[in-house]
């Protein structure tokens, strides 16, 4: 296993720890604890990008229902074509 020194900073009310490049993660989001003998430990959580594409599926429908219901009533509405003089 290796061990890296690195910084602890404070970024608000809250610690910060810089994770050095060899430890990069994956993610944007941690599960933290605490072990039983005090250390921290940091569990990547996977991306959830399936909940985000479901999300994103469902604001395309709700808008493509908005759409065509514009679209209808546009159509309802119209006027009819005017009637103009050859020149």
Do not use: K, W, Y
């Not at 720890?17 to 921290?40: M, W």
């Not at 959830?48 to 479901?54: K, M, N, P, Q």
């Amino acid at each position: 296993m290796t061990t890296v020194t690195t910084r602890v900073f404070h970024n608000g009310n809250s610690q910060a720890v810089r994770i050095p490049a060899e430890f990069r993660l994956d993610t944007d989001r941690v599960a933290i604890s605490r072990n039983e003998a005090g250390d921290l430990v940091l569990h990547p959580l996977r991306l959830r990008r399936g909940e985000a594409l479901l999300a994103a599926a469902r604001a395309l429908r709700d808008e493509d229902e908005a759409f065509v219901a514009a679209l209808e009533d546009d159509r309802c509405n119209a006027q009819p074509p005017q009637e103009r003089e050859a020149l």
